[in-house]
């Protein structure tokens, strides 16, 4: 299991179209996938808990993922949630 605490960048935060894409790259990983803000935990491959999260630009997020490319999911995802806009 790996995990990385992130700052969202992302002007929109996880909403709408920036959900979207972040949870398509999450599903190209076999890992399971979590996002974890506080002591909330949501599967990162499903639209409905993401969005139902509220990650907002300079949320705290921390990224988790357990299985056999666990490393290069956490190390993709989180450049996502760096980035201005993807």
């Not at 599967?43 to 666990?70: C, F, Q, R, Y």
Request: proline share 1%.
């Amino acid at each position: 299991m790996i995990m990385q605490k992130v700052v969202v960048k992302c002007e929109s935060g996880l909403y709408n179209r920036q959900a979207t894409y972040f949870i398509q790259k999450a599903n190209e990983f076999k890992s399971s996938i979590w996002i974890e803000v506080e002591d909330h935990k949501i599967n990162a491959k499903s639209l409905l808990g993401v969005l139902s999260m509220g990650i907002t630009k300079g949320t705290d997020v921390t990224l988790i993922a357990e299985g056999p490319d666990e490393e290069a999911a956490v190390s993709v995802l989180s450049e996502m949630l760096l980035k201005d806009i993807f």
